[in-house]
C-alpha cells in the first residue's frame, strides 16, 4: 500500500494556488489584512512582523506581472496592425509604383515581385518580414526605383522594430512569470509558517485560527483565472478565450476609452443580437454569465469605436 503524505506535513496554501497567481493575492491579502488587525496583541505583531514584507513583495510582483502582460498585448497589437498594413495598404502600393515603370510581363518586373504580392500577404511573420528585405534587394541599385526602395526600406524598418519590440515584451513576461512562480511559492510557505505559530498561541482553543484566514476560498476547487486582457481594434469583435460555466459571475473591467459590448454566444468571434452588456470606460461590472444568455460557449467582446482601439480585462470565477 503506497504511503500517503501527512496531512500536516502538506502545505494546502501552497496546493490550493498552484495554477494561479490571483487565488495567492486573495488569500495572502486576506491573511495579511487579518494579522495587522490584531497586531496590539505582541504575539500576532510578531507572526505580522515576519509575514507582512514577503506579502508586499507578492503583491508588487503580481503587479509587474500584469503590467508586462499589457505591455506584451500592446505591442502585439502594434505589430500585428503594421503586419495588416503590409498585406493591404503596403504592398498594393509598391505593386502599382513598380507597374507604372516596369510592365507586370517584363522580365524587370519579374525580378522585383518573382512571386507576386503573395509572400507579403501570407506566411509567418517572419517570412513576410523577409519578404520585404527580399523586396530591397531586388530593386538593387535600379535609379528608376530609388524613391520606392527608399519607402520599402522605412516600412521594413519600422516593422522590425515593432517585431523586436514584441518579443522582447514576451521575454519579459515569461521572465516575470518565473519569478512570480517562485514567490508565490515564498509566501505559502510563509503562510504555513503562519498557521504553526497560531496553532502553537492558539493550542487549546484550535478554532481560533481560522479568523485569520479565507477559508472559503482556500477550500474552493475553483481554478481562479488571472483576469484576461483583450484588446481591440476599431469596430472588432472577437472571442475572449475564457474558461466559464453556467453557475460563473464575469467582472470586467474597461481598461481602455471606448465602450464594449460583451455578450455570450453559441458562434465564437460574433456580436450577439441580445442581450447584450455595455462596459463604458473605466466601468468595472459583475455579472452572472446567465443574465446575458441561458446557453452558448463564447463569450464575445465588441469595440463599439470605429475610430479608436479598446481594451478591458475580463475574469471568470465559479
Known amino acids: 500500500m503506497a504511503e500517503t503524505t501527512w496531512q500536516y506535513a502538506n502545505n494546502q496554501f501552497d496546493n ?18 487579518k494579522l495587522a488587525a490584531q497586531i496590539a496583541d505582541a504575539d500576532i505583531n510578531t507572526i505580522y512582523t515576519f509575514y ?21 498585448e500592446g505591442a502585439t ?36 515581385f518573382p512571386d507576386g504580392r503573395s509572400p507579403f500577404q501570407v506566411g509567418s511573420y517572419e517570412s513576410r518580414i523577409l519578404a520585404v528585405s527580399t523586396l530591397i534587394e531586388n530593386m538593387g541599385t535600379d535609379a528608376a526605383l530609388t524613391t520606392i ?12 522594430t515593432a517585431r523586436n519590440t514584441q518579443q522582447g515584451k514576451e521575454g519579459i513576461v515569461v521572465d516575470r512569470s518565473a519569478e512570480l ?36 476560498t482556500i477550500r474552493s476547487t475553483n481554478t481562479l483565472q488571472d483576469p484576461l486582457l483583450i484588446n481591440l481594434n476599431p469596430s472588432e469583435t472577437k472571442n475572449a478565450a475564457i474558461t466559464f460555466s453556467d453557475t460563473s459571475e464575469l467582472t470586467i473591467t474597461n481598461t481602455g476609452s471606448t465602450a464594449i459590448i460583451v455578450c455570450r454566444s453559441a458562434t465564437s468571434g460574433t456580436l450577439c443580437p441580445g442581450p ?25 467582446v465588441t469595440n463599439t469605436s470605429a475610430g479608436s482601439t479598446g481594451s478591458l480585462e475580463i475574469l471568470a470565477v465559479g
Open 276 to 300: 447584450n452588456l455595455t462596459v463604458n470606460p473605466a466601468q468595472t461590472i459583475t455579472v452572472a454569465v446567465t443574465s446575458l444568455a441561458a446557453s452558448g460557449n463564447f463569450i464575445n
Open 181 to 216: 512562480e517562485e514567490l508565490r511559492f515564498t509566501v505559502a510557505k510563509n503562510m504555513f509558517r503562519s498557521c504553526a505559530k497560531l496553532m502553537d498561541k492558539f493550542w487549546q482553543n484550535p478554532l481560533m485560527i481560522e479568523q485569520f484566514f479565507d477559508l472559503e
Open 77 to 112: 497589437l502594434n505589430f500585428t496592425k503594421k503586419i495588416d498594413k503590409l498585406r493591404s495598404v503596403d504592398i498594393e502600393d509598391w505593386d502599382i509604383r513598380v507597374s507604372v515603370i516596369y510592365k507586370p510581363d517584363t522580365p524587370e518586373y519579374m525580378a522585383i
Open 16 to 33: 490550493t494556488t498552484k495554477e494561479s497567481f490571483i487565488k495567492m493575492v486573495i488569500i495572502s491579502s486576506d491573511h495579511d489584512s
Open 52 to 72: 507582512h514584507p514577503v506579502h508586499q513583495q507578492y503583491i508588487t510582483k503580481y503587479t509587474q506581472w500584469r503590467s508586462s502582460i499589457a505591455q506584451r
Open 149 to 160: 526602395k527608399t519607402d520599402v526600406t522605412a516600412i521594413s524598418t519600422v516593422l522590425q
